[in-house]
Every structure is written in C-alpha cells, then in structure tokens.
C-alpha cells in the first residue's frame, strides 16, 4: 500500500533523492500534514509564501483574477502537485492565486526555514527546483513572444492558452462577451459565433457568463501560431 511518504517521493522536487537522503530529511524536518474539506480555503492569493505545500491526495482548485477584476481563471489540479514554488522567493513573495478544495484533500507543508537550511545541501533537491523554477519561466516567455494569427478563433484560443497554468485538467473562464471581445479586438457578435463554433467542435462548453475548457490540450490544435 502506498503511504504519503512514497507520494512525496513522486513529487518533482524530490525524484531522484536516494532514499537513505529522504530517510534523513524526514528524521529532520517537521512535516505539518493536514486534511481539509471540500470547498475549504487552503492558500489565499495575495498572501505570504513562507512554506512549500504539497497536495499528497485529492483534487484543488486555483482561482486568478486579472488585475482589474474582469475576468478570473479558474484550474482544476489533482494531487500529487506542488503550490506555487516559484513564489518562495524573488521581489514578490506571495501567492498568485487563491487555492481551495474541491475534493477532501491531504496536505503536507515544509518550512521556507527547513528548505534553506537542510533541502538546499542536497544537489538533486537544488537541481529539481532549478527546473521547475526555470521550465515555468521558459514556457511563459515562450508565450509572450507567440503571436496570434488573424483568425478570430485562433486568438480566442492564444488568450485562454496563455492563462493556463497546466494544459491538463478542466479550466474554466468567467468573463463578459463583451470584455472578451475588447481583448481579442472583434465585436461581441464576431466572439459569440466564434465561441460557438469552436463549442460545436468540442473544444469549449458555454454558460452563462463563463466558458469551460475540458481540455486545454485540444486549442493547441486551434493555435496556429507564427514564432
């Protein structure tokens, strides 16, 4: 059967680790392990990072709101996966999102402390770190300088692509035809048959005043994008 230490170990910051090392980690460090319930809020976007929190079983919810609230981001994340690293440290130490449970979820959290002191003397933890840190930065670059082609549906696809955190999982975004409209320069009319189009292949689902992605990976196939 397998316990929450074996999860640990399939997280990416510790693959690799021999297992005498995680044996001693594990003598050293204080792991806070809890559990919370459906709809319970575990990380406040705007908050403090001063720990690595680790979901070892269940699913969570990640909301984003942009900067003027007309349009939030909402990804659904199954365990076993790490919050937000990348926000330990830097100019802006705090979480970019706000983190619920959608499911009862098992969590376990290391202090920032714990990770200075101890995790950092072992060259794979540093190296693992490196990389998550650095893919994420790479793949956000890589976005930034992707540019859309003129069709309509292609630019709706590089806006919902360019706010995904992880192209698995269902996402979901809640934003106003029109606010929409305005960011992919059409008209609300041009967007709405657009949107359309794109539900009747799959690739979308429309409520009101949101749009569900059930697959982020399928809008690859959208984004016809010029390097």
């Known amino acids: 059967m397998e316990t929450m230490f074996d999860t640990l170990l399939q997280l990416p910051l510790f693959q690799g680790l021999a297992q005498e090392d995680f044996t001693c980690i594990l003598e050293k460090v204080k792991l806070h392990f809890t559990k919370h319930k459906p709809g319970e809020l575990l990380l406040q976007e705007g908050a403090p990072c001063h720990e690595l929190v680790f979901v070892l079983k269940g699913e969570i919810v990640s909301s984003t709101s942009s900067a ?21 440290f830097g100019m802006k130490t705090s979480y970019a999102s706000t983190y619920r449970a959608k499911t009862e979820v098992h969590t ?42 003129d069709n309509l549906e292609t630019r709706i696809a590089h806006f919902i692509l360019s706010h995904v955190e992880r192209l698995s999982g269902e996402k979901v975004l809640k ?50 994008m010029s390097e």
Not at 121 to 143: G, K, P, T, W
Not at 206 to 220: F, Q, T, V
Request: with cysteine; net charge negative; hydrophobic share 45%.
């Open 68 to 88: 003027d609230d007309s349009y939030s981001f909402t990804e659904y994340i199954p365990a076993p996966c790490l919050i937000e690293p990348y926000s330990m």
């Open 108 to 149: 376990v959290s290391i202090s920032k402390a714990f990770v200075m002191k101890e995790l950092f003397n072992y060259e794979i933890f540093r190296l693992n770190y490196m990389n998550i840190v650095s893919n994420r930065a790479q793949i956000l670059h890589s976005r930034l300088w992707k540019v859309a082609d």
């Open 175 to 224: 934003i106003k035809m029109e606010d929409l409209a305005l960011i992919v320069n059409d008209t609300r009319a041009g967007v709405s048959k657009a949107l359309n189009s794109m539900q009747t292949e799959g690739l979308v689902e429309l409520h009101r005043g949101e749009i569900a992605i059930p697959d982020a990976e399928k809008l690859m196939s959208v984004k016809r």
